[in-house]
């Protein structure tokens, strides 16, 4: 960039390899940078000077002289956590976590170094994770703090070598979102985030404001937002001063809330009422996934899905999306999209036929009408047809919660009008019943086998008379 500014020969990007009078082996200074990084870093390591003396009056000296300061002091910033990895990697060789009273080395870094938890976090992370030699690649400046970290971050992943070396000539921000796509979200980890979903109301402490905080999963949290927002864009009058989203979103939760404690009691009604206007108030819901499909087809979904928003989804979600929604698969490579088409999960018509005729939730036990959809019984992820005989009519809680969230199943022997739910396997106390002995299970497949010989005659203790034919002559 500044290459006519620069009178000085080039310089060594690395720190000098001595260490206490100890010259250190040379450090391949390519392992997480790239030809365009190493060539920047040269053009500031020779412009360096430029901090130092002064007497240059021209704009793009200054720039380059602000340019390289801020570098070469980012350089060592990451050289002293290099420093850091190495005295934490001893510290937990030699157990320094228990003898010192913590609970864990997290605590131990952010107690002793007083930092935060966080960027304590992620030198244990690195501690535990990176041998002595790329810890020294980092204490002498062949490698940056920052990309060490979100390459062994990518690494851990499961990403290839040659994701890697194309994340070199991204910033860290679309490395991030690389990594998103490539750590693996399964049926667990989901069901454990819509378990610890929650929404807390904290008072302030004078009493005038009190302070929302939560926790909601990816698709949660997208249906509230997006429904918020269009519901806040009703509120605002034509003319009125708009304010900003944040405050959009507060007043239509007060007003959803509000239209809830105002309605009023409803008489009572027949079954087949309330099912009816249930109905009339159904929405056709409309999802989207966006899904990197040769990543998401080799881990089973559990890779590269995520919502329209950018928000990581995992299987539970495909399947729910596969059943009440619609999916749109994209392929994207570089700045190559492909385009598979969307599909829908369940003709219009079809959900229509199938919720007449089993006139409400086939749970068994359940009167609910609240949002009655239909329901695959075996997964399309499965396996499962997209036929009126695979379908059934669930309400609300039982499709979204307890089959889609909370992983049970519907069994596909029940009565078609009393469904009854099985638990998922991983629900279960815990015991694995052992393998059973071989030379046992011979034995009882040679007892089940049929035979063609006549089963022996019962010995009743006495000689049977023998019979004989009688020949009357003529």
Same mark, same amino acid.
């Given at each position: 960039?500044?290459?006519?500014?620069?009178?000085?020969?080039?310089?060594?990007?690395?720190?000098?390899?001595?260490?206490?009078?100890?010259?250190?082996?040379?450090?391949?200074?390519?392992?997480?940078?790239?030809?365009?990084?190493?060539?920047?870093?040269?053009?500031?390591?020779?412009?360096?000077?430029?901090?130092?003396?002064?007497?240059?009056?021209?704009?793009?000296?200054?720039?380059?002289?602000?340019?390289?300061?801020?570098?070469?002091?980012?350089?060592?910033?990451?050289?002293?956590?290099?420093?850091?990895?190495?005295?934490?990697?001893?510290?937990?060789?030699? +157990?320094?976590?228990?003898?010192?009273?913590?609970?864990?080395?997290?605590?131990?870094?952010?107690?002793?170094?007083?930092?935060?938890?966080?960027?304590?976090?992620?030198?244990?992370?690195?501690?535990?994770?990176?041998?002595?030699?790329?810890?020294?690649?980092?204490?002498?400046?062949?490698?940056?703090?920052?990309?060490?970290?979100?390459?062994?971050?990518? =690494?851990?992943?499961?990403?290839?070598?040659?994701?890697?070396?194309?994340?070199?000539?991204?910033?860290?921000?679309?490395?991030?979102?690389?990594?998103?796509?490539?750590?693996?979200?399964?049926?667990?980890?989901?069901?454990?985030?819509?378990? +610890?979903?929650?929404?807390?109301?904290?008072?302030?402490?004078?009493?005038?404001?009190?302070?929302?905080?939560?926790?909601?999963?990816?698709?949660?949290?997208?249906?509230?937002?997006?429904?918020?927002?269009?519901?806040?864009?009703?509120?605002?009058?034509?003319?009125?001063?708009?304010?900003?989203?944040?405050?959009?979103?507060?007043?239509?939760?007060?007003?959803?809330?509000?239209?809830?404690?105002?309605?009023?009691?409803?008489?009572?009604?027949?079954?087949?009422?309330?099912?009816?206007?249930?109905?009339?108030?159904?929405?056709?819901?409309?999802?989207?996934?966006?899904?990197?499909?040769?990543?998401?087809?080799?881990?089973?979904?559990?890779? +590269?899905?995520?919502?329209?928003?950018?928000?990581?989804?995992?299987?539970? &979600?495909?399947?729910?999306?596969?059943?009440?929604?619609?999916?749109?698969?994209?392929?994207?490579?570089?700045?190559?999209?492909?385009?598979?088409?969307?599909?829908?999960?369940?003709?219009?018509?079809?959900?229509? =036929?199938?919720?007449?005729?089993?006139?409400?939730? &086939?749970?068994?036990?359940?009167?609910?009408?609240?949002?009655?959809?239909?329901?695959?019984?075996?997964?399309?992820?499965?396996?499962?047809?997209?036929?009126?005989?695979?379908?059934?009519?669930?309400?609300?809680?039982?499709?979204?919660?307890?089959?889609?969230?909370? +992983?049970?199943?519907?069994?596909?022997?029940?009565?078609?009008?009393?469904?009854?739910?099985?638990?998922?396997?991983?629900?279960?106390?815990?015991?694995?019943?052992?393998?059973?002995?071989?030379?046992?299970?011979?034995?009882?497949? =040679?007892?089940?086998?049929?035979?063609?010989?006549?089963?022996?005659?019962?010995?009743?203790?006495?000689?049977?008379?023998?019979?004989?034919?009688?020949?009357?002559?003529?």
């Amino acid at each position: 960039m500044y290459e006519y500014l620069l009178d000085y020969p080039d310089q060594d990007t690395v720190q000098p390899r001595h260490l206490n009078g100890v010259e250190t082996p040379r450090l391949d200074g390519d392992l997480f940078t790239s030809r365009y990084q190493r060539e920047r870093q040269r053009v500031y390591d020779r412009a360096a000077h430029m901090v130092q003396d002064g007497g240059y009056a021209h704009g793009d000296v200054e720039d380059a002289k602000a340019e390289a300061a801020l570098v070469r002091g980012e350089a060592q910033v990451s050289r002293t956590r290099g420093d850091q990895l190495g005295w934490v990697r001893h510290m937990l060789r030699r +157990g320094a976590v228990a003898r010192f009273g913590y609970r864990n080395p997290t605590e131990m870094v952010a107690s002793r170094l007083d930092m935060r938890r966080s960027v304590a976090r992620e030198l244990v992370y690195l501690a535990e994770r990176l041998g002595d030699h790329q810890i020294d690649s980092i204490r002498y400046g062949a490698v940056s703090y920052e990309r060490a970290l979100a390459e062994t971050r990518l =690494a851990e992943a499961g990403a290839s070598v040659e994701v890697i070396e194309r994340s070199r000539d991204l910033d860290l921000g679309a490395v991030k979102r690389l990594l998103q796509s490539h750590r693996k979200m399964t049926r667990q980890d989901e069901r454990a985030i819509f378990d +610890g979903q929650y929404l807390s109301m904290q008072p302030s402490l004078d009493g005038s404001h009190v302070k929302v905080n939560g926790r909601l999963g990816a698709l949660e949290a997208d249906i509230c937002r997006h429904g918020l927002d269009r519901r806040g864009e009703r509120l605002v009058p034509a003319g009125e001063t708009r304010p900003d989203a944040g405050q959009r979103r507060a007043l239509a939760l007060t007003t959803l809330c509000q239209d809830e404690l105002d309605r009023a009691p409803q008489p009572a009604q027949t079954t087949a009422e309330r099912i009816r206007q249930a109905r009339r108030r159904r929405r056709e819901p409309a999802l989207m996934v966006v899904a990197n499909q040769p990543l998401a087809e080799a881990s089973a979904n559990e890779q +590269g899905v995520a919502v329209l928003a950018g928000a990581r989804v995992g299987p539970d &979600t495909v399947d729910l999306v596969q059943c009440v929604g619609i999916t749109e698969v994209i392929t994207v490579a570089g700045q190559n999209i492909v385009h598979h088409g969307t599909t829908a999960s369940t003709r219009p018509s079809l959900r229509r =036929a199938v919720l007449a005729r089993d006139d409400g939730c &086939t749970i068994d036990g359940c009167t609910s009408t609240y949002r009655l959809e239909a329901h695959h019984i075996t997964p399309r992820s499965q396996g499962g047809t997209n036929t009126a005989e695979n379908l059934t009519s669930l309400c609300w809680y039982h499709h979204h919660v307890a089959v889609h969230r909370r +992983g049970m199943r519907i069994d596909p022997q029940s009565p078609p009008r009393r469904r009854r739910l099985i638990p998922p396997r991983t629900q279960t106390c815990g015991y694995q019943p052992p393998d059973p002995d071989p030379h046992t299970v011979a034995i009882l497949r =040679a007892l089940h086998t049929q035979s063609n010989r006549a089963p022996p005659l019962r010995w009743s203790g006495r000689r049977r008379p023998l019979s004989r034919k009688l020949q009357v002559a003529d």
